[in-house]
């Protein structure tokens, strides 16, 4: 801001004697005004990912496949595969996977706790996983397993689909975190904390924020419980870019390990725009594209350090995640996909261009016109 100020001054040296606030200056913020307008840096994170080229799928353009005869039967063939083969293949192995994890999950949970107990979660967990991964024809690469999170800690990464439970649960198991839910989840929610301690909270417990803190705190101080997997964007974004990770997971003192995710495009597309589609409509795109390709990175531990509070360590955290993603690393609170801007955030770019333009007439008042 004060970069682009000054030279706007100083391309109308008039005004840099006048000291306080200059006309000039206007400009600078009805540019700025102008450049959101046309594109944000918040709202295209929630849109698809766009392709150079088209993958034969209907994301891009739909008018793609009417330009040559040729591409439209090539077009024909593979809708054919992907909703005639493909798709009831990998309904039939979601089934099985999820029919395996509430039957297998339940049967264990009747056994005493012991180490052959968790041994046979752990195991039936991962299974499960991996068959509800075949279901999307996923293909995943993790690079420096050495880093895999170990128990007693919190493992983060960046949120672009509820599938990236299943791609992180295909190397290793997790304790998963959310709310209680009725229906078919919550068969499977009830199912698995039977043989696994998962954190599930009432609609009511999650609007305490000390009872969450305190369940949370209690799980990551038992060095023989997995590792708890939370997602700190709190919200799905397009796998372009990292956006602000929430301080509470970063406020118990326990140890984080890093995880960044990264799809590519050009096989299917992973984003879930819940504004746009429905699960069901989301599954569905999921299961008809060409398959799931993703790569996994394990990244060393990081602990808080010593004056950091929990804030900064969220934010060394999110860069660390998005640098070896290959991800844009924003500032922005994915929160504003649904919600207004924050005031502070207002009155903090309000506070910056005071504060500025107090420095700007001290140091003018000192050497005078440029």
């Known amino acids: 801001m004060e970069e682009e100020i000054v030279e706007l001054r100083r391309s109308h040296p008039k005004n840099l004697a006048e000291g306080n606030f200059t006309l000039c200056d206007a400009f600078y913020f009805c540019k700025k005004g102008i450049e959101n307008i046309v594109e944000d840096q918040v709202t295209q994170r929630f849109s698809s990912e766009e392709l150079a080229s088209w993958n034969l799928l209907t994301r891009t353009n739909n008018n793609f496949r009417y330009i040559s005869v040729r591409l439209t039967i090539i077009w024909g063939l593979g809708v054919f595969v992907r909703y005639c083969v493909?798709?009831?293949l990998r309904i039939t192995l979601a089934v099985i996977g999820l029919s395996w994890l509430v039957i297998g999950t339940?049967?264990?949970?009747?056994?005493?706790?012991?180490?052959?107990?968790?041994?046979?979660?752990?195991?039936?967990h991962i299974t499960c996983y991996r068959i509800c991964a075949r279901g999307l024809s996923a293909t995943i690469r993790y690079h420096n397993k050495e880093n895999r999170p170990k128990k007693g800690g919190i493992c983060v990464a960046n949120h672009t689909s509820p599938i990236d439970i299943v791609i992180l649960a295909n190397d290793g198991c997790y304790a998963m975190v959310g709310q209680v839910h009725g229906g078919l989840m919550g068969v499977i929610q009830r199912s698995m904390v039977r043989s696994c301690p998962h954190v599930w909270f009432e609609r009511s417990e999650m609007k305490d924020r000390h009872a969450v803190a305190k369940r949370l705190k209690d799980h990551i101080s038992d060095k023989t419980k997995l590792p708890i997997l939370i997602f700190p964007e709190g919200t799905c974004i397009n796998n372009t870019s990292v956006m602000m990770f929430k301080k509470g997971s970063f406020e118990f003192g326990g140890t984080i390990y890093p995880v960044a995710i990264k799809y590519d495009p050009r096989f299917g597309d992973a984003f879930w725009n819940s504004a746009k589609y429905n699960m069901v409509s989301y599954i569905l795109r999921m299961m008809t594209s060409w398959a799931i390709v993703c790569n996994v990175w394990y990244l060393p531990p990081m602990t808080q350090q010593d004056g950091e509070d929990a804030v900064h360590f969220a934010n060394r955290v999110k860069s660390a995640i998005a640098h070896q993603g290959g991800l844009v690393d924003l500032s922005w609170d994915g929160g504003l996909k649904r919600s207004k801007v924050k005031e502070s955030f207002k009155e903090e770019q309000q506070k910056m261009y005071s504060s500025m333009i107090v420095g700007l007439d001290s140091h003018e008042a000192t050497v005078g016109p440029a």
């Open 86 to 88: 493909l798709l009831p």
């Open 106 to 124: 339940t049967l264990v949970g009747f056994l005493p706790n012991s180490k052959v107990k968790n041994w046979l979660s752990d195991l039936v």
